[in-house]
């Protein structure tokens, strides 16, 4: 355990509404990058970390395949150990693959067919063939659809299976402690978490529904309690609250716990920040401009937020390790004010 602060932010000029960013290695030097959705220019930005908390500018691929460039997952799917990304497309109805080049560069985009209004995606290998596989949430159309992967950066058509009214965001786990990953989907339209168990042969359980607070908006999962079973949280946009649905490892769950936050969360991350081998969650308050850190206690309860100032219009939150200090760092897509904000923790 240590002292946790938090230094302020350093800003980083993305695209037009720079959403959702997420984490990886691009270049294959062993530092985590960045990668953003920039959903009103038609393309995904890479920042190249340099492996101590500073960032090169954005070099720019064209997503303009996509009417709204927004949800972003990375994964290795033509199996060429070079790390690729797939973009949802919030306003269409089809998701994109930039096949990775190992240099932060990409090929040209490929699309395949979703629902409507597939507003987030999430990359696993939910039939254990060693292949990434793509789940996204298709809010106009109320289910999840799989895409199974062909190893290649191609995938199969999508198999739907249901969920609850506008499914939005998207998180995987294996929560029946079965070694087959599972999908946590939160209903915004009917403030519930939807639960589809995988049998890890292309097919899933029938949803079981959890409540949460009033339009939730972001989902993550991990352990809050330290019993090894999977819990989940999520960021309640229309409540101000952070739930947490502690896990039973059978596929069902505790009635929610909440912790208030400030107004409009809609983004959530874990990470152990304070390096007390607890986890910890961070999300962010859209309309504050606010990232609220929650430092866990190990039994499911959390310390009162840490709150530090962020860009205008954080959409999303994410954590990576940006100064090879081996402790999480936090990352903030500023969509109103066209950056991403670094965080570097300290202790």
């Known amino acids: 355990m240590c002292n946790f602060t938090i230094a302020p932010m350093v800003s980083y000029s993305a695209g037009t509404y720079p959403d959702m960013v997420a984490v990886g ?67 269409g109805t089809q998701f994109g693959i930039l096949l990775g080049q190992g240099n932060g560069s990409f090929r040209p985009m490929t699309t395949f067919s979703t629902g409507t209004y597939s507003y987030f995606i999430a990359v696993a290998d939910f039939n254990s063939d060693n292949r990434l596989d793509v789940a996204v949430a298709n809010a106009g159309t ?16 999508q198999i739907t299976f249901a969920t609850g009214y506008y499914p939005y965001g998207i ?17 915004d339209g009917s403030d519930t978490v939807s639960v589809l168990l995988g049998y890890g042969n292309k097919t899933f359980a029938t949803q079981m529904t959890f409540a949460t607070g009033s339009y939730p908006e972001g989902i993550a999962v991990g ?31 505790a009635t929610q716990t909440t912790f208030a936050t400030t107004s409009n969360p809609f983004s959530i991350a874990v990470g152990d920040f304070n390096s007390d081998y607890q986890t910890d969650i961070a999300t962010v308050s859209l309309t504050n401009n ?58």
Do not use: E, H
């Open 142 to 157: 109320n289910n999840v659809g799989i895409f199974f992967g062909n190893g290649d950066g191609t995938f199969a058509t």
């Open 171 to 187: 998180a995987i786990g294996d929560f029946n402690n079965d070694n087959r990953l599972d999908i946590a989907v939160i209903n």
């Open 290 to 347: 606010i990232l609220n850190v929650f430092l866990g206690y190990g039994n499911g309860t959390f310390a009162t937020q840490l709150s530090y100032a962020t860009g205008t219009g954080p959409y999303s939150v994410a954590v990576g390790d940006f100064n090879s200090n081996s402790r999480p760092d936090i990352v903030v897509g500023n969509g109103d004010d066209l950056s991403v904000g670094v965080y570097l923790t300290q202790c």
């Open 223 to 253: 352990d809050f309690n330290n019993d090894n079973k999977l819990d989940i949280v999520t960021a309640n946009y229309g409540s101000s609250t952070v739930s947490v649905l502690l896990g039973y490892a059978n596929g069902t769950f």
């Open 25 to 91: 290695d691009f270049n294959n030097d062993n530092r985590s990058d960045i990668a953003v959705a920039n959903a009103g220019g038609g393309s995904m930005g890479i920042f190249l970390g340099y492996g101590n908390g500073n960032f090169a500018a954005q070099i720019t691929s064209s997503a303009s395949s996509l009417a709204s460039p927004y949800s972003i997952a990375v994964g290795d799917f033509n199996k060429d150990n070079l790390l690729d990304v797939v973009l949802s497309d919030r306003s």
